[in-house]
């Protein structure tokens, strides 16, 4: 069975620092994709990145970046210049390459940005 | 934008009492899931459905059934409702393309007096 976790159940930084959240995973098999989900407080579950597992190329969008890792087993996720906005839950989560593709998610990282 | 609508959006219920959650979606996705969100757990997934009346059990069905009838509707019904149904319920669908992101609905916030 795979798993997530989130070890960093909440962070508070002040805007415009840079940080990042960290994502392990466990599993298997060698075809796997992994996600990054943003909370915000209205409550709707907004899709951020698709990774796969044959994929290791670091990703950047604007002010989001993800390092993923397979030697470390990890998915992380880095925003820099954090703003107010940023503000929400995060959620790492994995799905095996297979038909149905059920997504494990781990515990969430509240993210907190000050002004 | 998934076209995914919950229903209710709120309620509260007394414990022993049934309560039925629908999820409507106009994309025509074949796979449809339910999770709960609780505080610490993230989401779990309940039950999912891979096509018109094929579902399949997700990590915590215990005290859940569920019914896909159509294509667009998806329902999760709690038959004698505990306060450990607490929880904010989400439905998400997928297209079958490739390992394809989860789109999700609004949720629905259930209390269990």
């Known amino acids: 069975a795979q798993k997530v976790t989130q070890a960093q159940t909440e962070i508070s930084v002040v805007e415009k620092e840079d940080v990042t959240l960290d994502c392990v995973y466990e599993?298997?098999?060698?075809?796997?994709?992994l996600f990054w989900y943003k909370q915000p407080p209205s409550g709707e579950l907004v899709f951020l990145i698709r990774?796969?597992?044959?994929?290791?190329q670091n990703e950047i969008s604007g002010r989001y970046s993800w390092n993923f890792q397979k030697s470390t087993s990890s998915f992380n996720f880095t925003i820099t210049a954090s703003q107010v906005v940023d503000s929400a839950v995060y959620f790492c989560?994995?799905?095996?390459?297979?038909?149905?593709?059920?997504?494990?998610f781990g515990g969430g990282t509240r993210l907190m940005v000050k002004p | 934008d998934a076209g995914i609508t919950q229903s209710p959006r709120h309620k509260v219920t007394e414990t022993g009492t049934p309560v039925t959650l629908r999820c409507h979606q106009t994309?025509?996705?074949?796979?449809m899931y339910w999770y709960r969100q609780d505080p610490g757990h993230g989401l779990r997934l309940i039950h999912y459905?891979?096509?018109?009346?094929?579902?399949d059990k997700g990590e915590v069905s215990d005290g859940y059934s569920v019914s896909r009838s159509k294509t667009e509707d998806f329902l999760l019904t709690l038959e004698s409702a505990t306060s450990s149904q607490t929880s904010v319920y989400f439905c998400?669908?997928?297209?079958?393309?490739?390992?394809?992101?989860?789109?999700f609905g609004e949720g629905s916030r259930l209390t269990v007096l």
């Open positions: 990774r796969n597992s044959f994929d290791e």
């Open positions: 459905s891979y096509g018109v009346k094929d579902t």
């Open positions: 599993t298997r098999d060698t075809t796997y994709y």
């Open positions: 998400a669908c997928r297209g079958d393309r490739g390992a394809g992101e989860l789109f």
């Open positions: 989560a994995l799905t095996l390459g297979d038909a149905g593709n059920m997504l494990t």
């Open positions: 994309e025509n996705h074949r796979y």
